[in-house]
C-alpha cells in the first residue's frame, strides 16, 4: 500500500488506525486479559447469590396456626402435642395440619377418630408456629408472609429484579458517560451498603425497598464487567471470555447452596453473600479503564497509559509508531459527541438492531426463569437440588463455547433457543407419571437455555458499537429483567389451564429463536467502534490483506464492518 513507508513503521497522517492493530500489537489474549477476567470472578460470583437469594431468604417453611391461647382447660393442658393439635386444627387430604385455619374450640372428638366434617373454623387468632428444622429464620417467618401474605415473599423477587431493571437503565448510561472502571467501582459500593443495609431491616416495606436498591446496583456489576473484560481482548478470544465470565455465575450458583446450607439464618445470610464484594473494592484498584472506552471518548494520553501497561505486562515489545499521542488520536473511534438512549432508535439499522435484540433477550431471560421456577426436584432436598440445577450448567457453557467458534454467534443462539422451545413441547405430551423422563427432558432444557443466555451476552456486546455498546446491554438487560419480572406471572396461570405456562414459554423460546436469525453473523468480526460502521458497511476485505495492511485504515474507511 501507498501509505506506508518502506523504511520504517511510520504512519501516514492520513490513516487511520483500528484499535484490533494496537491488540496485535500488544497480545490481545495475555497475561493481562487473563488478570482482567480473574479480578473479575469475585462480584460476577455474587450475582447469582443475590439473584437466586429469594430461593432461600423467602422461603417458607411448614406451618400451622399457634394454639397456645386454646390452653385454658385443664383437659387440654394434659394432652400430648400431637393431640392437641389434631383437636385443634383441621387436617388437609394429604393429612397434613391446615397452615391458615384452626377450630373455634377445642374438639376433644377428634382423638376418637370422629370426622371434623361441619366443624366451624376461623383464621389464626395468634400468629403460626413455623417448623424451623431446615431454617432458623426467613423472610417469610420474620414477618408473617404466609396465608393471606403469601404472595409477599414471591413479590419480594419481583422487586428486587424491578431494581435490576432500572439500574440497567442507568449503569448503562453511566458507562458509557463516565467509563466503565468508575461505574464499576459505584455499582460496588452501591451494592455493599444496600446489601448490608437490607439485613437491619425492622419491617418489610423496608426491607423491600433496600432490596431494589441493593438490584440497582448489582446490575452495574452484572453488564459494566463483561463488557470491559471483552473490550480488551482480541477478535479471536471474545467466545472464550464471554464463557469464562459464564462460568462465574455458575460457581456463584453452587457456592451458593453451600452457604444456604450452612447458614440457616436470613440476615447472616444476606451478610455472607455480600461480604465479597468487600474484596472486590480492593481489587478494583488494579482494573484497567478500557483503552477502547478512553480512545472513543478523546482520553488519549490515558489510553495510552494503559496501552503501554498491557505490553509491558505481556511482555511484548510495543511498536513506538503506534503508542505516540499523534498515533492513537488516528485511531478509528474517535467521535466527540455524547450518546445516550436514544441513539439506539436515531438510525435504521441500529433502530432494527435495537428491536430485535431487545425480543431475543426477552426470550431467553423469560425461558430461562419460567423453566428453573417450574422444574420439578430430584425427590432431594432443596440445597442439593439447587446444586444440582446449577452444577448442569457447566457442561452447557463448556459445549457452547465449542459451538460459538465452529458454528458462529447466530447459529448458536437461534439452536438453543429453538431446542429449548423443543424441550418444553415434548413435556407438555409426555404423562406426569413418567416423572422421570419430564425430569430428563427438563434438565436438558435448563441446559439449553443456559447456553442461549451464555451466547446472548457475547453475542449482544458484539454487535453494538463501542460508542453505544454499554447503553445497548443496558437496554437488552432492561428487557432481560423485564422477561424475568414476569416469568413467576406466566406460571400462575397453571390455574387457568395446566398446560399454558409451557406452551407460553414454548412460544416464547421459539420466536426469539427465529428472531436471532435475523442477527447478522460476528464470528471473527473486529469489533464495530462507531454507529457509521453499523450504518454504512465497508467491503470485508480484511481477509486478502496482510498481516500489517490489516492493521491500517484509509479515510475511504474501506475495511470490514458488521
Known amino acids: ?255 451458593l447452596a453451600g452457604f444456604a446450607f450452612l447458614v440457616n439464618d436470613w440476615r447472616t445470610l444476606t451478610q455472607t453473600v455480600t461480604a465479597p464484594l468487600g474484596f472486590a473494592v480492593l481489587t478494583w484498584w488494579w482494573i484497567p479503564e478500557s483503552a477502547r472506552w478512553l480512545l472513543a471518548n478523546g482520553k488519549v494520553e490515558r489510553a495510552q497509559l494503559y496501552l503501554d501497561r498491557c505490553a509491558k505486562f505481556n511482555k511484548r515489545p510495543k511498536r513506538s509508531s503506534n503508542f505516540k499521542v499523534e498515533t492513537l488520536s488516528t485511531v478509528e473511534v474517535l467521535e466527540d459527541k455524547n450518546y445516550s438512549y436514544v441513539d439506539l432508535i436515531k438510525t435504521p439499522k441500529i433502530r432494527r438492531l435495537t428491536l430485535l435484540t431487545g425480543i431475543v433477550w426477552y426470550g431467553v431471560a423469560s425461558t430461562y426463569y419460567g423453566i428453573s421456577l417450574n422444574i420439578s426436584g430430584f425427590g432431594l432436598n432443596m440445597y442439593l437440588t439447587h446444586f444440582i440445577y446449577a452444577a448442569i450448567e457447566v457442561p452447557a457453557k463448556l459445549m457452547i463455547y465449542w459451538f460459538l467458534n465452529k458454528s458462529g454467534r447466530r447459529m448458536c443462539q437461534a439452536g438453543t433457543l429453538l431446542l429449548t422451545g423443543l424441550c418444553i413441547t415434548i413435556n407438555i405430551f409426555i404423562p406426569t407419571s413418567l416423572w422421570q423422563v419430564r425430569a430428563v427432558i427438563a434438565t436438558l432444557g435448563k441446559g439449553l437455555s443456559e ?4 451466547t446472548v451476552f457475547l453475542y449482544t456486546t458484539e454487535l453494538y458499537p463501542t460508542v453505544i455498546r454499554q447503553n445497548g446491554l443496558g437496554y437488552t438487560s432492561f428487557m432481560s429483567r423485564l422477561g424475568v419480572s414476569v416469568a413467576p406471572l406466566i406460571l400462575l396461570l397453571e390455574d387457568v389451564w395446566t398446560p399454558l405456562p409451557q406452551i407460553i414459554l414454548c412460544s416464547m423460546a421459539t420466536v426469539s429463536g427465529l428472531v436471532s436469525v435475523l442477527l447478522p453473523e460476528t464470528l471473527n468480526v473486529r469489533l464495530t467502534e462507531t454507529i457509521d460502521d453499523i450504518e454504512k458497511p465497508r467491503e470485508k476485505d480484511l481477509s486478502s490483506l496482510s498481516k500489517d495492511s490489516s492493521a491500517v485504515l484509509l479515510e475511504s474507511r474501506s475495511s470490514a464492518g458488521v
Open 451 to 454: 447456553a442461549s443466555f451464555t
Open 1 to 255: 500500500m501507498d501509505t506506508f513507508k518502506d523504511d520504517s513503521n511510520q504512519l501516514d497522517p492520513k490513516v487511520k488506525m483500528k484499535f484490533e492493530t494496537i491488540l496485535e500489537d500488544i497480545n490481545g489474549f495475555g497475561p493481562f486479559q487473563i488478570l482482567i477476567v480473574i479480578l473479575m470472578c469475585t462480584p460476577r460470583i455474587v450475582l447469582p447469590c443475590h439473584f437466586l437469594l429469594n430461593n432461600f431468604i423467602a422461603a417458607v417453611p411448614p406451618h400451622h396456626c399457634d394454639i397456645s391461647t386454646l390452653e385454658d382447660g385443664a383437659l387440654f393442658r394434659n394432652l400430648t402435642q400431637a393431640q392437641k393439635l389434631a383437636v385443634s386444627v383441621p387436617l388437609q387430604e394429604d393429612g397434613v395440619p391446615k397452615s391458615c385455619e384452626m377450630f373455634a374450640e377445642p374438639q376433644f372428638q377428634l382423638l376418637s377418630n370422629s370426622s371434623s366434617h361441619n366443624v366451624s373454623t376461623v383464621q389464626c387468632q395468634s400468629g403460626w408456629v413455623y417448623d424451623n428444622s431446615t431454617f432458623t429464620s426467613t423472610v417469610a417467618t420474620e414477618w408473617d408472609l404466609v396465608c393471606d401474605r403469601k404472595s409477599l415473599p414471591k413479590t419480594t423477587s419481583t422487586i428486587f429484579f424491578f431494581g435490576v431493571m432500572m439500574g440497567a437503565l442507568a449503569f448503562g448510561y453511566f458507562c458509557d458517560k463516565y467509563g466503565r472502571r468508575n461505574t464499576l467501582l459505584a455499582s460496588y459500593i452501591v451494592s455493599i451498603v444496600f446489601g448490608f443495609s437490607s439485613t437491619f431491616a425492622n419491617s418489610y416495606i423496608l426491607f423491600a425497598v433496600l432490596r431494589f436498591l441493593t438490584g440497582f446496583g448489582l446490575t452495574g456489576i452484572s453488564i459494566t464487567s463483561i463488557v470491559l473484560s471483552i473490550e480488551w481482548v482480541d477478535t479471536s478470544h471474545r467466545s472464550i471470555i464471554g464463557v469464562l465470565g459464564s462460568l462465574s455465575w455458575s460457581v456463584g450458583n453452587m457456592l
